[in-house]
């Protein structure tokens, strides 16, 4: 992931590894998706060697080698603790041979020491930089002649429940994503592309100087009934928003977020036989703009 930065506030700067147990849950919750964004790499030819940057603990890297059993994968990420979980989950896939997991920033002119590489995959991670054009062309410059920059960018949000989520007023789930997005801004500092910024990824990879190949959207679907695994994951991933956002809502919408947490309630997550995960993420496809 991006390194730690300064807050916006001049408060404490966040710590990406804080969010390890976080993102090892969504990274599990995440391999359909990414082995469908993969799959689709993979069947546009052969890749000898393959770049994670931004890589977390290793997820999407595993799946991955999984789609390219003759390439060799590379994962980086800024964290020491994401570096060392992702080297762990290749030697327990018994992929140390080919796949490895190396400390790197990416807005560091020493990331260049990586390259070349046939595919280069960087996932929710540019968003994050303060020149996120400049992240792009720094991505480009470690593609080997011929070679795909895959970005996962953008997307929708996740849906969990039917309509309004039958506990608040109409609208209660735009408000609550309108409160977290603005957490997030805040909290991270993000940059105006993390957030629907006026320029779309394809023209940020243009302003980049790279040639924008394809964009596909891949379905993450977990029908309900879900599992006990994904449904305990909803379940964080809600009390993580009552944590962060909780006293940003009003009262009726704050006393609706916390029906869903109630295991009393019939309407909580615990109890919803409806109780389902959907949400789309976009990969978008550049390779080395013209000579």
Same mark, same amino acid.
């Given at each position: 992931? #991006?390194? =730690? @930065?300064?807050?916006?506030?001049?408060?404490?700067?966040?710590?990406? @590894? &804080?969010?390890? @147990?976080e993102l090892e849950r969504a990274g599990e919750i995440s391999v359909p998706w990414v082995r469908q964004a993969a799959e689709w790499l993979a069947g546009r030819g052969r890749a000898a060697r393959i770049?994670?940057?931004g890589s977390g603990p290793g997820w999407a890297a595993s799946v991955l080698a999984a789609s390219f059993p003759a390439g060799e994968v590379v994962a980086v990420d800024a964290t020491p603790e994401f570096v060392a979980r992702a080297a762990e989950r290749f030697a327990g896939l018994g992929l140390g041979g080919r796949a490895r997991a190396e400390r790197g920033e990416l807005d560091s002119a020493a990331l260049d020491r990586l390259g070349p590489a046939d595919l280069v995959w960087s996932s929710h991670v540019v968003h994050h930089l303060p020149d996120p054009v400049d992240g792009l062309r720094r991505l480009g410059r470690l593609l080997a002649p011929g070679g795909v920059l895959a970005l996962a960018e953008g997307g929708l949000p996740a849906r969990y429940l039917p309509g309004g989520y039958g506990v608040a007023a109409p609208g209660f789930v735009s408000r609550l994503e309108a409160a977290l997005s603005d957490y997030f801004?805040?909290?991270? @500092?993000?940059?105006?592309? #993390?957030?629907?910024?006026?320029? =779309?990824?394809?023209?940020?990879?243009? &302003?980049?100087?790279?040639h924008h190949l394809d964009s596909r959207t891949f379905l993450l679907d977990v029908p309900a009934p879900v599992d006990d695994q994904v449904r305990a994951y909803v379940v964080d991933r809600f009390t993580q928003? #009552? =944590?962060?956002v909780g006293d940003r809502l009003d009262a009726q919408d704050a006393a609706a977020l916390g029906?869903?947490? &109630?295991? =009393? &309630?019939?309407?909580?997550l615990v109890n919803r036989p409806d109780l389902f995960l959907l949400s789309a993420f976009t990969v978008h496809l550049a390779g080395p703009g013209a000579a």
């Open positions: 992931m #991006a390194g =730690d @930065s300064a807050g916006a506030t001049g408060t404490s700067a966040p710590k990406w @590894s &804080d969010e390890l @147990s770049l994670d940057v801004v805040h909290h991270w @500092s993000l940059t105006a592309p #993390a957030v629907g910024g006026g320029r =779309d990824w394809p023209l940020l990879l243009a &302003d980049a100087g790279l928003i #009552a =944590d962060r029906r869903l947490l &109630d295991p =009393d &309630d019939e309407a909580a």
